[in-house]
């Protein structure tokens, strides 16, 4: 699929910069006509006995500023050494940058991403304080303020994040509270839990003209036993298996595609590279919650994967002209797997 395939054109002021609650939402029915329903609506919709699954990782706080320099940092490699994210460009190897709280951080290998030297060992309690969420940098535009505010710090997580990990929020679990998933419990829907730690990919842009030449960075996945026995056995019942978001979507289906490590009894761990476009053939999921994407990027390419790309664009445009707030902070959209 190329790249440009995956375009479209949306006005700048449909960027949500906040939540709204309740969201509004997009749901696409079978033949592909979309139409409004409320969140409530769309629980209705979800059958006792069905599966609903859930990403629970948690976004960390990882953003530091060196006076107008924002470093992402990404791994750490040793006691002092850090992968990180930061344009550096205009500094040289050996180059000093001062952080917060005394610390100097020192460039010692350019790429994608960089490699720095800490002038002192820093733990987590570091980062509580003087760091921020990595909230999208198109929020940032649209609020024309780099940093965080206050409420980011819950808007910007989900109600059950409890797994330490990602760099991003899988964000159409923000459109969800504990009262809608006691809710949903109550009347019967299973509520299943997967961990996928959303990496650096989230943050680069694809550089190839082909997907097919695109380089998916790892995501860490973890998936119980318990979680996977279940979602075997309504398969094999034919009960439907709804994913919320496209991190849930790509780690039930990288299991399934043997791209893990485990087994059903054991359950599964392991990095994923799953890149799904048009052509893929979905083996767990075929009910899928998500926000609405950007363009030109690998989420819209898999909601183009379980629906068509002729449907994905029809509804976008069918939305942005009714105004649905758009991306990580924006509505919710619902499809059905399309099976021919």
Known sequence: MKVSDLDFQYPEELIATSPQRPSRVMWVKENGEPEEITLKGLMDKIPAGDILVVNNTQVLKRRVFAGDVEILFLKQIN???????????????G???????????????????????LSES??????????????????????????????????????????PGSFAAPTASLHFSHADMAALKEKGVDICEVTLHVGLGTFLPITADDLNDHD????????????????????SEGRNIWSLGTTSTRSLESAAGGLLSGSATEGFRGFTKLLIQPGYRFKIVNRLLTNFHQPQ????????????????????????????????????????????
């Open 79 to 93: 006691a002092t050494d850090w992968e990180v994210l930061f344009p550096s460009k205009k500094y040289k190897l």
């Open 95 to 117: 180059e000093d940058l001062q952080l917060p709280l005394g610390v100097k951080m020192t460039l010692i290998q350019k790429g994608r991403p960089q490699t720095v030297r």
């Open 122 to 163: 820093v733990q987590e309690d570091y980062f509580q304080k003087v760091a921020e969420l990595p909230l999208p940098p198109y929020i940032q535009k649209a609020r024309n303020a780099r940093h965080t505010v206050e409420a980011d710090e819950s808007w910007y997580q989900t109600a059950w994040a409890k797994t």
């Open 216 to 235: 998916m960075h790892e995501e860490y996945v973890e998936i119980s036993s318990e979680t996977w026995q279940k979602i075997l056995k309504a398969k």
């Open 297 to 340: 990027s690998t989420l819209l390419a898999l909601v183009a994967a379980f629906s068509s790309l002729e449907t994905v664009k029809a509804c976008y445009l069918w939305a942005i002209e009714r105004k649905f707030r758009l991306f990580s902070y924006g509505d919710l959209t619902c499809w059905t797997e399309n099976t021919k």
